[in-house]
């Protein structure tokens, strides 16, 4: 017997991508970015996920030098909403 496969909501996962607190590299000079290895995990397991755990990574753009924002906005066009 099969189970039917259960599904929440874009908006909900979109809630718990936003409070999930995930683990940070912290810089005095630079403040707290989200380690990579704590939220790639949860860049594989769907689409919709991706693009939540993107935003949530781009929060903080860190760049070192300004080809680098050009280079990320055509890979990433969505970082211009994204970034804070």
Not at 2 to 21: D, R, S, T
Not at 34 to 53: G, N, V
């Amino acid at each position: 017997m099969a189970f039917p496969a259960l599904v929440l909501p874009n908006e909900l996962l979109y809630a718990i991508v936003l409070e999930v607190p995930f683990d940070t590299e912290s810089k005095p000079w630079l403040g707290a970015k989200l380690l990579w290895s704590s939220i790639e995990p949860l860049s594989l397991t769907s689409k919709a996920c991706r693009e939540y755990a993107m935003e949530r990574w781009f929060e903080i753009l860190r760049v070192d030098c300004d080809s680098d924002i050009e280079k990320t906005l055509q890979l990433f066009p969505k970082v211009r909403t994204w970034t804070k």
